[in-house]
């Protein structure tokens, strides 16, 4: 059975940073694509950035150079450096994870909805003016 924890969420001030951890187990990691989404209250869920089981990236344009997204495969943990937040990055951050089929992480990252995800709980992060 697919378990993912997210820890790692806070409070902090505009300009600040926070990392965001996944703990993974259940199945084999590195198989998987790894991912951060996001929901706003009264928005729709977002792709935030996500990893390939290739090593490849993709990060939505919001976050790009920002936010760094990251794993370590003897840990089965996933993580979210994230630098200069900003109060619109205040959201409900989810982990999420995919057994890829035909597609690659950029697609995913833009149209999870199409595919069926494994998710985390989620963990908030609130970013103050």
């Known amino acids: 059975q697919v378990q993912l924890v997210e820890s790692g969420g806070g409070s902090v001030q505009s300009g600040g940073s926070l990392r965001l951890s996944c703990a993974a187990s259940?199945?084999?990691?590195?198989?998987?694509?790894m991912g951060w989404f996001r929901q706003a209250p009264g928005k729709e869920r977002e792709g935030v950035a996500a990893i390939g089981s290739d090593g490849t990236f993709s990060y939505a344009n919001s976050v790009r150079g920002r936010f760094t997204i990251s794993q370590d495969n003897a840990k089965n943990t996933l993580y979210l450096q994230m630098n200069s937040l900003k109060p619109e990055d205040t959201a409900m951050y989810y982990c999420?994870?995919?057994?890829?089929?035909?597609?690659?992480?950029?697609?995913?990252?833009?149209?999870?909805?199409?595919?069926?995800?494994?998710w985390g709980q989620g963990t908030q992060v609130t970013v103050s003016s």
């Open positions: 259940g199945y084999t990691y590195s198989n998987y694509y």
């Open positions: 999420a994870a995919v057994n890829p089929s035909g597609y690659n992480v950029d697609w995913w990252l833009r149209l999870w909805r199409r595919v069926s995800n494994y």
